[in-house]
């Protein structure tokens, strides 16, 4: 079935070093969503991109959709303590609102003052 | 404003013994939902979803179950679980495409 690829599995990053994580699909995805899980809670939604070659940014953070539609990143400068958690994407390969959402296998980041 | 209810908020239950975990979600009607479990460490399974009263659309097998007796009421169910069925448990909700999710159950089967 459809699912996203996403590495590394595990991130240790200094404070103040930047970091990326990477999304992939075998197939042409309709939209990509990124998500926010700390320690212990729900994961909390971030982001969408729908636009090929989309870039956005959130303070820190920024975030691109691939020209193909089929691969996406996530991209952290001067990582804070506050940046620990798992991040995740999660694709969506069809526009209907009814469309499934995978999620991939997650970035967990550990960040070391 | 639209919320998503679950619960319990952590469950310790014997092996072979039933399950029932409960999400409602208020502010909406006819609502996408989900059903995702995360193993220790591990990213989100999708297990459960359903577009509407009585749609269930089933992700992998398993030995759970899942119910929509009503428009904003999705429940997970077993019968008899297996120590392999520990884990957290999300409710979600799905809105032009974004996903809310309920605070999860931590299940522990011992």
């Known amino acids: 079935g459809q699912q996203v690829m996403q590495i590394p599995q595990y991130q240790h990053v200094q404070e103040g070093e930047d970091f990326t994580t990477y999304c992939n699909s075998s197939?042409?995805?309709?939209?990509i969503q990124w998500y926010k899980q700390r320690p212990g809670g729900h994961p909390v939604f971030l982001i969408q991109?729908?636009?090929?070659?989309e870039v956005k940014k959130q303070k820190r953070l920024t975030f691109q959709f691939g020209e193909a539609k089929k691969n996406s990143s996530l991209h952290i400068t001067a990582t804070q303590t506050t940046d620990v958690g798992t991040y995740f994407c999660?694709?969506?390969?069809?526009?209907?609102?009814?469309?499934?959402?995978?999620f991939g296998a997650g970035t967990q980041v550990v960040v070391t003052p | 404003s639209q919320t998503i209810h679950q619960w319990p908020a952590t469950l310790v239950q014997p092996v072979g013994s039933p399950l029932s975990l409960e999400c409602t979600v208020e502010g909406t009607s006819n609502p996408n939902l989900y059903w995702y479990r995360q193993a220790a460490g591990r990213g989100l399974q999708l297990l459960f979803y359903s577009v509407g009263i009585g749609q269930i659309s089933s992700e992998v097998p398993q030995n759970l179950s899942a119910s929509r007796p009503q428009d904003r009421q999705f429940i997970l169910s077993s019968k008899k679980l297996l120590l392999s069925d520990s884990g957290f448990y999300l409710c979600?909700?799905?809105?032009?495409?974004?996903?809310?999710f309920g605070q999860g159950t931590r299940l522990t089967v011992v």
């Open positions: 197939t042409t995805l309709s939209n």
């Open positions: 999660a694709g969506s390969w069809t526009t209907d609102s009814w469309g499934k959402l995978q």
């Open positions: 979600a909700w799905l809105m032009n495409t974004e996903a809310f």
């Open positions: 991109l729908v636009k090929s070659g």
